[in-house]
């Protein structure tokens, strides 16, 4: 048989690439001119719109008021002219449908003249309404196939921007997206409502405390987006990469992260190249990236930006995503966005920096320097605990997902059991509020919040829990469960909805008690001892990753969903429905529709999943081994044909062995996902009844193929193997 040169051929043209040039010069061009460049941002709307107008759409903008429909117009002529200036043809609502992606359709900015030519064209109406064909996306029984209309609706909180292509630009206008009937069809509507409601919460704490400037509170965000990057020449002859994103065959490398020396070590200048063309994409977006670095594991790397507002940070995140992968390409690199597309390595998340800060600009997380801050701190760090503590299920539903579940529970992820790091200091505070104790660094005697100010509580007073779910990290709370290729929305619809119920339940209590004559003291110094005493469970700063926490956990009666489709069983439990109800984030029809699609999504990917096992097993791998069996015994019958029966070939034999051994697991394997896919197809009921099936049946299955086709690749010659390896894609790029 011919030796394959294909892998080496590959190899040889890696080693040949050099990083990309794409002109980038920031002496001539600072950082600060390209900046937001396009982005119609609210500079550019001062610049251009007559002073009344832009007067009157600032409440809209800054706080999500409803739009004066009189100005719409007038900003839609002013978008359109500053688009066209800047090269663009088309606009295009932007959207976020529940596919996990983007989505927009293009329409030009033109309209046929009496003449027989054409007027540029973009109305009021046209900037504040579409109607793309909601059929066509995922609604969970909301809307039948027969039944197409659906809405998007400008979102004046997020600002347009262009999207630049070699041949152009498209002006991106970003919007909700619902049905005919009103229901929520996309991430933004519930992420936007959930904000408002825990505005409104947060507002009733806060005049509690005399604060009666701030007119609302906003959630700020800043996501640390983890990524691989391979070869494309690689992932091109990997068909469970190009099909599923992650890998179904393949044995782990010689070396992986052993050596921890890839971990902040020197970019290398491809990979660099690439990293300072997507910033610059980024930057002219508006898109505030801060740092990049390398990950853990090889080929992995990471990029984080500063904190924005949780509606844009979430838009800024998918554009991140898409900027990445669309990059990536351009390099002749892939971006590979899967939580976990190698076995054996540390999969990717994206670690969701939450916070809360009022209009005026002061973060409600921050612990303060006076007694009175220091009250108003631990309330609301106490509705955060509180949140974590009884709504675990709904933050678990946030992070949902087939990929996900790969990653948690793993060791470089938390596991699926929802717990809070405070460190020693706030912990030591907790305690002492819970026993009536003098606190360190304090004058006087017990702990009396509003009138003992806390000991200084710096950022780093404390070290770093990378292993907890949920950790306080100075003035915010790192929400670490949340997978790479996720959007950041649901995440945040969870903590928002899960904070509002708590602050909602805190502020009821302190309104009664102050009502009824006590001190505001008084009853926050009672509501913090009840509440820390009520949450302490929910408090550990151990390790996440110990062998005994889940039994410490259960013991502690901390909820341990470990797989996304016991997680999304819970989902239209009566408490969670009744939680998101309350507040008006998501009905009880919007729940039951949103369950019924991450589920199918769920069942989707795996049967996806599967299919492609199946082929690289019977299609690559399998007719690869029988060569290399057919090899070895061709060997044996020419060894004994040269030296007679009596030439040793047991070395051989032995071979043959194994390899027919595995072989014949790796059939009979193949078999039975084949069989096994079929009945979770064909299973009548629920999507629940068919996202188990494969969660209980295929799955188990899928990796017992993996298993035979990895021992496979131990044994047959380098050179018959018909996919790039771990050891190659890992480290040749």
């Known amino acids: 048989m011919p030796e394959d040169t ?13 990083p990309m040039a794409v002109g980038i010069d920031y002496v001539k061009e600072p950082i600060s001119e390209i900046f937001g460049c396009n982005v119609f941002s609210g500079r550019v709307m001062k610049e251009r719109l007559p002073k009344n107008v832009f007067e009157r759409l600032l409440p809209t903008l800054r706080e ?12 839609a002529n002013a978008m359109k002219d500053w688009a066209i200036e800047r090269g663009a043809t088309h606009y295009t609502h932007w959207f976020h449908p529940m596919t996990g992606s983007t989505a927009e359709k293009h329409d030009a900015f033109i309209d046929a003249s009496p003449d027989g030519g054409i007027l540029t064209e973009f109305s009021g109406k046209m900037l504040i309404k579409g109607e793309p064909d909601a059929s066509s996306f995922p609604s969970g029984g909301i809307r039948s196939t027969f039944e197409a209309r659906g809405y998007t609706a400008w979102d004046p909180t997020s600002p347009a921007f262009l999207m630049e292509n070699v041949n152009g630009r498209t002006l991106c206008i970003p919007t909700a997206f619902c049905s005919y009937t009103g ?15 825990l505005s409104n919460q947060c507002l009733r704490v806060l005049r509690l405390f005399g604060n009666d400037a701030a007119r609302y509170v906003s959630t700020t965000v800043g996501p640390e987006q983890e990524y691989f990057l391979i070869d494309k020449k690689f992932y091109l002859r990997r068909p469970d990469l190009v099909n599923a994103g992650r890998t179904l065959y393949g044995s782990r490398p010689p070396k992986g992260q052993e050596m921890e020396d890839h971990y902040f070590g020197a970019i290398r200048p491809r990979i660099l190249a690439f990293m300072m063309d997507c910033e610059r994409k980024l930057y002219k977006l508006g898109i505030p990236v801060k740092t990049r670095h390398n990950e853990v594991s090889p080929a992995q790397f990471e990029i984080a930006p500063i904190f924005e507002s949780a509606n844009i940070a979430t838009d800024h995140n998918m554009l991140v995503m898409e900027t990445l992968r669309s990059t990536a390409e351009e390099h002749g690199l892939v971006c590979l966005l899967h939580e976990k597309p190698f076995v054996g390595v540390n999969g990717s998340g994206k670690h969701n920096n939450w916070s809360m800060c009022d209009s005026q600009g002061n973060n409600l997380l921050e612990p303060g320097d006076t007694p009175h801050e220091n009250a108003q701190f631990l309330v609301f760090l106490t509705a955060v605990l509180r949140a974590v503590h009884k709504s675990a299920e709904i933050l678990r539903i946030g992070v949902a997902g087939a990929g996900n579940d790969h990653r948690l529970g793993a060791n470089e992820a938390p596991p699926a059991i929802l717990s809070v790091y405070l460190g020693e200091q706030l912990t030591e505070v907790m305690e002492n509020i819970i026993e009536g104790k003098k606190q360190k660094g304090t004058h006087g005697g017990t702990m009396q919040v509003g009138v003992t100010a806390l000991p200084p509580l710096p950022r780093d007073a404390t070290d770093r829990n990378r292993t907890s779910p949920f950790a306080f990290t100075g003035n915010k709370f790192e929400f670490r469960a949340v997978g790479s290729s996720q959007s950041i929305s649901p995440a945040n619809i969870a903590i928002n909805v899960a904070v509002a119920s708590a602050l909602d339940e805190i502020a009821t209590d302190l309104e009664g008690r102050v009502k009824k004559g006590e001190s505001l003291n ?15 469970p929910i408090v550990f700063n151990g390790d996440n990753y110990s062998k005994d926490w889940p039994v410490e956990a259960e013991r502690r009666g901390l909820p341990n969903l470990k797989n996304s489709v016991d997680a999304l069983a819970r989902f239209s439990d009566p408490e969670i429905v009744k939680v998101f109800s309350k ?28 299919q492609i096992a199946a082929g690289m097993g019977r299609t690559m791998i399998l007719p690869a081994a029988i060569a290399y069996q057919k090899k070895i015994a061709d060997s044996m019958v020419s060894l004994r044909a040269a030296l007679g029966d009596n030439a040793d070939v047991s070395a051989q034999k032995n071979l043959l062995e194994v390899v027919t051994n595995h ?18 197809d064909e299973a009548h009921g629920s999507a629940f009844k068919r996202a188990k099936l494969y969660r ?23 050179s018959m193997w018909p996919i790039p390896k771990y050891r190659e894609m890992l480290w040749i790029y």
């Open 183 to 197: 229901e929520a069809l996309d991430r933004k509507t519930p992420l936007l409502r959930s904000i408002e409601a």
């Open 522 to 536: 008084s009853a926050v110094q009672t509501l913090l001892q009840n509440l820390f005493t009520e949450h302490r």
């Open 696 to 718: 209980d049946t295929v799955l188990p299955i899928m990796q017992e193929c993996r298993e035979s086709g990895d021992m496979l690749e131990h044994y047959v010659e380098d």
């Open 583 to 610: 507040y008006a984030v998501l009905s009880k029809r919007e729940i039951l529709s949103r369950q019924e699609i991450l589920l199918e999504n769920y069942a989707t990917t795996l049967s996806i999943e599967a």
């Open 64 to 75: 999500g008021e409803p739009l004066d429909p009189s100005v719409a117009d007038v900003v």
């Open 663 to 680: 072989i014949s697991r790796l059939k009979r394997a193949l078999s039975a996902l084949d069989e096994a896919r079929s009945k979770a």
């Open 6 to 18: 294909t892998t080496r051929s590959v190899i040889d043209s890696i080693a040949d690439c050099r």
